[in-house]
């Protein structure tokens, strides 16, 4: 049982990582040795360093998105957490000081709303049941009913939901899944959301670089009106990395200083630098 278990976080943990908790320079910074693939360091704007248990629900996707690890198509070990079970797993290393906070996300498990509500029972759960206090960063998934972004605002201090990348055509390169559109108009909510709800951590979203040919202009352009228009708190650069045994493994990576160029730009148009308190809320 303990066995299944350890095997299902080292696997979940894992396949978390591609979404980004600090940029690559902030990363580079943080120099903190980690024992575990699901404990990864999160980096607040300040330049403070956290531990966060970072996890998927379930790594069983309906989609199809031509650069992911854990695409419907590609042959890897499939795995779930029942909500019960992530909580209190989370929890045993929560108390014993092994992180200080939780990023849940998943893949889309036989729908979006579906998989959705399983985020938010593992929420409701921690918060209802097990009285979890700290800080939680929820994934919304794409596709979901708006009224779900509601529910899981509920227990969460920041949500995300990621564009992937700058506009509609650039997207329909990278998945046939996902419509950018759609996307946008779900990052919109999230971001109202946040404000009405007033979570501390607010909203963020995430672009994948390199992969659908795009350029920076049009990556800052959207980067400035997603800060000045939607009011974010970050935006996060995912260099690409070609994944063996899906459509884009042939594609060449992106360079690294291509994502930290992006990063410098990003402090100049966010102009963030006034920040100075060490938390995980920005
Ligand atoms: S929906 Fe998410 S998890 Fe599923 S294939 Fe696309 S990027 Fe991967």
């Known amino acids: 049982m303990r066995e299944r278990l350890s095997f299902k976080l080292s696997h979940l943990g894992n396949e978390a990582r591609y979404d980004l908790s600090g940029s690559i320079l902030d990363l580079r910074s943080a120099k903190t040795p980690l024992r575990f693939s699901f404990i990864y360091p999160a980096v607040g704007k300040s330049g403070c360093v956290v531990k966060l248990f970072k996890v998927l629900q379930t790594n069983m996707c309906e989609n199809n998105c031509r650069y992911c690890a854990i695409r419907k198509d590609r042959n890897i070990p499939r795995l779930y957490f029942k909500p019960k ?9 929560y108390r014993k000081g092994e992180v200080q906070g939780l990023f849940l996300s998943s893949a889309v498990f036989k729908s979006p709303d579906r998989a959705q509500e399983m985020i938010i029972e593992t929420l409701r759960i921690l918060r209802r049941e097990l009285n979890y206090k700290g800080y939680i960063h929820a994934k919304i998934l794409p596709g979901v009913s708006y009224e779900l972004i509601g529910e899981t605002a509920k227990w969460a201090d920041r949500l995300s939901i990621n564009l992937e990348a700058p ?13 950018w559109y759609e996307l946008y108009r779900r990052l919109k909510l999230v971001s109202e959301v946040t404000r009405k709800f007033n979570l501390r951590a607010g909203a963020i979203t995430q672009l994948v670089v390199g992969p659908a040919n795009e350029n920076d202009r049009d990556i800052l352009r959207l980067t400035e009106h997603l800060y000045r228009g939607l009011k974010l708190s970050r935006v996060y650069y995912s260099g690409f990395t070609p994944i063996v045994d899906t459509p884009l493994e042939n594609t060449p990576p992106a360079p690294w200083w291509r994502e930290v160029r992006l990063y410098q730009a990003d402090m100049l148009v966010d102009g963030h630098s006034n920040i100075r308190s060490c938390s995980l809320w920005r």
Do not use: Q, V
Not at 85 to 93: R, S
Not at 167 to 175: A, F, I, N, Q, V
């Open 85 to 93: 079970e992530l909580a209190g797993i989370f929890m045993e290393y």
């Open 167 to 179: 506009s509609g055509d650039y997207l329909t390169r990278l998945s046939e899944d996902k419509n």
